[in-house]
């Protein structure tokens, strides 16, 4: 037997290592590479990017909501609601403030949490209720 014999056996031998490794990865990284970010997160104390966004969306998103109950109770114009105005430069500052390490880790200026309040406040106009007298029944009327 010369070693072109064996070429059939050695290639199957190979293809099957490949499909069993591939299986191995398939079952052992969706169960040890959460584990592993956690205990890298815990050791280090550093959150990952995909974490640090979330928080900072999450509070662009709060602070939005409260652009918006401004603009409703009118205590806010719209012409107010661009990123260089210092009141939208405020509420970027108070974003920072509860995400500081979240904003910090990704680089992000007041400035750029500015833009992302305004372009996630919902300014476009709500009708105004009517409020109806309730009708009350004088002498010699039916209500």
């Given at each position: 037997m010369t070693a072109a014999d064996f070429q059939p056996l050695i290639q199957?031998?190979?293809a099957?290592?490949?499909t069993v490794l591939a299986a191995?990865?398939?079952i052992y990284v969706p169960i040890y590479v959460?584990?592993?970010i956690a205990a890298f997160e815990k050791?280090?104390?550093i959150q990952l990017s995909d974490q640090q966004r979330a928080a900072v969306q999450d509070a662009v998103a709060t602070e939005a909501g409260i652009v918006e109950t401004k603009l409703q109770q009118g205590t806010l114009q719209?012409?107010?609601v661009t990123p260089t105005n210092p009141a939208m430069l405020e509420h970027a500052q108070a974003v920072l403030a509860r995400v500081p390490d979240s904003a910090n880790g990704q680089g992000t200026t007041a400035?750029?949490?500015a833009?992302?309040?305004v372009g996630k406040a919902d300014t476009t106009p709500k009708p105004t209720p009517i409020l109806l007298a309730p009708q009350t029944a004088t002498a010699g009327t039916k209500p």
């Open positions: 199957a031998a190979f099957l290592s490949g191995l990865i398939a959460p584990k592993a050791r280090t104390g719209l012409a107010q400035a750029a949490i833009a992302m309040i």
